[in-house]
């Protein structure tokens, strides 16, 4: 038809790899950071960048910020729209020495975080909510700021389960505190 693209030409030599971060991991992402990454179309091979831009916006959807690492592409390796997945290293050590938990410990009600501790010195295992706030997210757990202390007996499957009996028998969970 009149007016239609016939071709599109690029320069795909350099290419960006756009990544999505979130909100409450963009503290510990800067500028220049080395970034490793996989495409899902080159199964096994492994990736480096360096991030070259942050997005100042977060997207109200989303919850997360675009982060960009400009690539060499003299092999033609990367093509416009691939699929990656990137993985930052951080240093944490201003939370050494904090309580972690998995991912699976933690329930979210959409303004708090608990988790069920077993409760102490009781003959049936009972467990108790606690409401914690979370620091950063790991990959499989959370650095947990406040809410536990050390020797805590944390559940880490089951907590969904835990919480819906106490939901059923009356007593306080996730919902009605």
């Given at each position: ?25 963009l503290p510990f992402i800067k500028k220049d950071q080395?970034?490793?990454?996989t495409l899902q179309a080159m199964p096994g091979k ?110 880490t499957n089951g907590a969904f389960a835990i919480d ?14």
């Open positions: 038809n009149q007016g239609a693209i016939l071709l599109q030409v690029a320069n795909l030599s350099k290419v960006w790899a756009n990544f999505q971060a979130y909100e409450e991991d080395e970034i490793t990454f492994t990736f480096h960048g360096r991030v070259s831009f942050i997005d100042r916006i977060i997207n109200s959807q989303t919850r997360t910020a675009g982060i960009r690492v400009e690539i060499s592409n003299d092999k033609g390796l990367f093509k416009p729209e691939m699929l990656i997945t990137g993985n930052l290293s951080c240093n944490l050590t201003r939370y050494k020495g904090q309580i972690v938990v998995p991912k699976s410990a933690v329930l979210w009600t959409g303004k708090r975080s608990i988790v069920y501790v077993k409760a102490a010195h009781t003959e049936i295992p009972t467990f108790t909510m606690k409401e914690v706030i979370l620091g950063p997210s790991l990959s499989e757990s959370y650095v947990i700021l406040s809410g536990l202390v050390t020797g805590d007996e944390v559940v819906a009996s106490a939901q059923l028998d009356g007593k306080e969970s996730m919902m009605n505190r």
